[in-house]
Every structure is written in structure tokens, then in C-alpha cells.
Antibody, heavy 115, light 109 residues
Framework: QVQLVQSGSELKKPGASVKVSCKAS????????MNWVRQAPGQGLEWMGW????????TYAQGFTGRFVFSLDTSVSTAYLQISSLKAEDTAVYYC????????WGQGTLVTVSS | QSALTQPRSVSGSPGQSVTISCTGT?????????VSWYQQHPGKAPKLMIY???KRPSGVPDRFSGSKSGNTASLTISGLQAEDEADYYC?????????FGGGTKLTVL
């Protein structure tokens, strides 16, 4: 069965960087695009963008350019989200979701940014 | 581009039907038959319930149905059950981008 397993919670100070991983199993990694979705505490879902798992080409949503980077390591079927120059407002649960229709979701990774 | 517009909350009694609306524009909901719906229970990841406006993934009960008219998509849940109480989000493709609705909290009375 398809599974997306994300890395554990992170506590970071403002200005630091964080890298969240999303390891896929149960399917051919390059068969599905990988999306990233943010959910701030008590808020709704926000699409951050997606990465083409065949070409590695990323597309970033408005508001997620510059400090946010999507990457892949297809040898281990893993997608990554790196956020640099962290701010308090980056505190959120970050989800990876595979498929054009967000068919499969990771369990989410809580990133807390606090001094 | 703003998020798609959903009612903040809806409610219904067990066995009843409820409909959640999702209003966008001709650039997203109205322009593509690529609207999906997600159910999210507290502390859990979202789950795909409807895709391509009205298609159900395997395993989703047929009590859940989707439709679209113009720039507004709808999710209807019939025969409400206690476990349907959750947040529901619509999502629409919009060319190179994708947008979520603000979410609707469904309360089963």
C-alpha cells in the first residue's frame, strides 16, 4: 500500500533552516507528482507548490518563493522541503501529498519556530 | 488569487443530508473539472474524498457526492453519521496553480 512517512517534529530558532523529508513506499516514486501543503495552527490548508518527480522541476505557489526549496532523492524515493531564514510565522504542520489529486498524504511534520 | 470560499460551519443530525459549497471564479472552479474534496479529523492528515468534481476514490462511501455548477462546487453528505464530523476542504486546479478553500467545520448534532 502507498505510504508517505515524514520526518519528525522540529523546534528551530528564528533565522535557522529546516529540512523536512517525505519517504514514499508502495509505488513507483516517479509515478506521482509530490505536493507540499502548509497548515498553520488552527488554520486551513495552503498549497505551497509541487515538484515533478520525473524531472525534478519545482513549481512554487505565490508566497512560497525564495526561502522554500523542494528537492528529491529518487534513489531513496524521498522528497524534501527546505525552509531557510525561518520566521515565527513559519510555525505550522507541513504535509507532503502525492498525486495530482493529493491522493496520498504524509502524516505531517510540525515545525515550530521560537526563540 | 484568494482561497476558494466555503462556509465556516455547517451542521446536521444523524441520517440527514448536508451540502458544503465552494465558490471560486471562472479561472479555477468554473474553468476546470478538477475540483477535489478532503476530510480532515483533528490532529490527522487530510483524506481525499472526491476528485474531478464527482469521482469517489476506492473505499469512500457513496454517501459522499460532488457536483459543480458554474463557479461553485458542492459536496453533499447524505445519511450523516457521527464519524463524518470533521473539517472539509475543497481544492481546485487553476492553470499552473492549485487553491484550497478556507475549510468548513461539519458538526453532527
Amino acid at each position: 500500500q502507498v505510504q508517505l512517512v515524514q520526518s519528525g517534529s522540529e523546534l528551530k530558532k528564528p533565522g535557522a533552516s529546516v529540512k523536512v523529508s517525505c519517504k514514499a513506499s508502495g509505488y513507483t516514486f516517479t509515478s506521482y507528482a509530490m505536493n507540499w501543503v502548509r497548515q498553520a495552527p488552527g488554520q486551513g490548508l495552503e498549497w505551497m507548490g509541487w515538484i515533478n518527480t520525473n524531472t525534478g522541476n519545482p513549481t512554487y505557489a505565490q508566497g512560497f518563493t525564495g526561502r522554500f526549496v523542494f528537492s528529491l532523492d529518487t534513489s531513496v524515493s524521498t522528497a524534501y522541503l527546505q525552509i531557510s531564514s525561518l520566521k515565527a510565522e513559519d510555525t505550522a504542520v507541513y504535509y507532503c501529498a502525492a498525486g495530482t489529486d493529493f491522493d496520498y498524504w504524509g502524516q505531517g511534520t510540525l515545525v515550530t519556530v521560537s526563540s | 488569487q484568494s482561497a476558494l470560499t466555503q462556509p465556516r460551519s455547517v451542521s446536521g443530525s444523524p441520517g440527514q443530508s448536508v451540502t458544503i459549497s465552494c465558490t471560486g471564479t471562472s479561472s479555477d472552479v468554473g474553468g476546470y473539472n478538477h475540483v477535489s474534496w478532503y476530510q480532515q479529523h483533528p490532529g490527522k492528515a487530510p483524506k481525499l474524498m472526491i476528485y474531478d468534481v464527482s469521482k469517489r476514490p476506492s473505499g469512500v462511501p457513496d454517501r459522499f457526492s460532488g457536483s459543480k455548477s458554474g463557479n461553485t462546487a458542492s459536496l453533499t453528505i447524505s445519511g450523516l453519521q457521527a464519524e463524518d464530523e470533521a473539517d472539509y476542504y475543497c481544492c481546485s486546479y487553476a492553470g499552473s496553480y492549485t487553491f484550497f478553500g478556507g475549510g468548513t467545520k461539519l458538526t453532527v448534532l
